[in-house]
C-alpha cells in the first residue's frame, strides 16, 4: 500500500505546471492545487493562476516514510534547484501560515473551507457501529451509503450552479454601439462573458489533488487532470545530485521567502556569514575584520573574472545601478562598485558597506552622518535590484559547501 504525503509550500501561487524532482532519497511532485478542502465555499470555476501548489511525496511502503524534518529537508534541496533554475521563483516550503490541518477520524464530522465548516461523514457500509441512516426530509436524494454525506449534499447543489455558470460563457449578445472619443464602436455578437485561458471548472480543479508521480511516465512533457484528462498540466523537470547543508539552506530560503528587501538581503548575507571563519582558514588568511572575512569568502568562492561577467549578464539597467552611488534613507552614499582594483575586492566591501546600512540604525559614527536603510522607503526597496548579486553568492557558496561536506 502506497502513501502520500502533501506538504504545503509558500510562494507557490500560479506555477502552472507539474514539476518532477529526482535524484534524492524519493522523488517528488510540485504543483497546483485548490487549497482549504472547499465545501460550502466551493466555486464553478477556478483559475489557475490563483492556486497556490504542495509538494507531494509518495513512499510504496510504511517502511519507507520519511521523519517530517527529513521530508522538509528533501524538498528544501529539490526546492534549491528549483530556485537556481528559475531566479524569479521565491517558493519554499517556510510556511508561515498553515492551510493544512489534522482531522479526528474518531468524530463525526470532517472539516472543510480551510477548517470553518464541518461535513458529516458517517460510513455505513464498513462501520458496524452504524445502526441506520436516513434523511430527515424525504425529499432528499442524496445517496447516505456515500461515506461523504455533508460534502455529497452541497454537490448535490453545486453542480445545477455549475452546469447554469457553464452555459452563461456561451450566451451572446447583439450589440450596436456608436464610436465615441474614449473608445471604438462596435456592432455585431458579443460574449456577456471571457474567460481567460487558465480557467478550470469545478472539476477539473478537484482534481488536480490526485496528480500522481506514478501516472507521468518517465518521458511525458505533460500531465493529465482527472481520470478523463479533461486538462492537461506542462511538466518540467528538475534533477538533484547531492543534499546541501540544511542551516545554509534555511538561510537561503529566508532571504527567497521576503519581500522586504533589507530582510532579503539579511537570509542571503547569513549564507555567506557561515563561512566567515572558515574560507580564510582554507585559503591559510588571517582576517579579523568581518570585512576581511566576507573578502575571503568571495576569493574562495568566484574569480575577478565570474564576477565581471556575472554582474555584465545582469544587463545595462542593473549595470548601471550597481555601478553608480547608491542612495541610503540618510542621505550617505555608499560608493559604486568598481572593478578597476579587483572585482572580488571590491564586490566584498561594496556588499559589507549595504551591510552596515541595513543592520545598524546609528545616526552617527564618531560624529559623522553613516549610511542607513529605513525600511518601506524607496531607499531600502532598491536594494531588490543588490538581491541578484548576493544570491548568486549566496548560491556559490552552498554548492561550494556540498562539495567539501556530504550530509
Sequence with gaps: MA??????????TGLGKVVVCSGLTVPAIIYPIVHGEPALTAQAFYYLDHLDSIAKVRFETEEDILSDEKIEFLIDNYLFEYSKKHPESRMSFKV?????????????????????????????LNDEAVHSIEAVDPEDRVDLQDW????????????DYVNKITAVLE?????????????????????????????LNYESAMALTDISLSRIS??????????????????????????????????????????NAL?????????????FEEAPRILGKDARTEKLQLECVVEFLVTDQEVSGFIWSLGVEEND????????????????????????????????????AVV??????????????????????????????????????IEKDGTLNSY
Design 3 to 12: 502513501f502520500n504525503r502533501l506538504l504545503q509550500l509558500e510562494n507557490g
Design 148 to 159: 461523504d454525506i455533508g460534502r455529497n449534499y452541497i454537490k448535490d447543489c453545486l453542480y
Design 263 to 275: 530582510k532579503s538581503f539579511v537570509g542571503f548575507y547569513n549564507v555567506l556569514e557561515y563561512y
Design 360 to 397: 545598524h540604525s546609528k545616526k552617527t559614527r564618531k560624529g559623522l552622518l553613516t549610511p542607513t536603510f529605513e525600511p518601506y522607503t524607496a531607499e531600502s526597496q532598491a536594494l531588490k535590484r543588490v538581491s541578484p548579486v548576493i544570491r548568486w553568492l549566496a548560491v556559490k557558496n
Design 171 to 199: 450566451k451572446k449578445v447583439m450589440a450596436i454601439i456608436m464610436p465615441s472619443a474614449g473608445r471604438d464602436g462596435y456592432m455585431g455578437k458579443m460574449r456577456v462573458v471571457k474567460p481567460e485561458l487558465s480557467l
Design 218 to 259: 518517465e518521458h511525458a512533457t505533460s500531465a493529465s487532470v482527472g481520470w478523463r484528462g479533461d486538462y492537461t498540466l506542462p511538466v518540467e523537470r528538475i534533477i538533484a545530485t547531492k543534499f546541501h547543508n540544511p542551516v545554509m539552506l534555511s538561510h537561503y530560503f529566508s532571504g527567497l521567502h521576503e519581500l
Design 321 to 356: 545601478f550597481i555601478k553608480s552611488d547608491l542612495p541610503t534613507s540618510s542621505g550617505i552614499k555608499i560608493n559604486k562598485y568598481d572593478d578597476t582594483a579587483g572585482a572580488c575586492k571590491d564586490l566584498a566591501r561594496w556588499l559589507y558597506e549595504i551591510r552596515c
Design 96 to 124: 508561515l501560515e498553515g492551510k493544512f490541518w489534522q482531522d479526528d477520524a474518531h468524530d463525526h464530522y470532517l472539516r472543510a473551507d480551510r477548517g470553518l465548516t464541518q461535513v458529516l461523514v458517517v460510513d455505513s
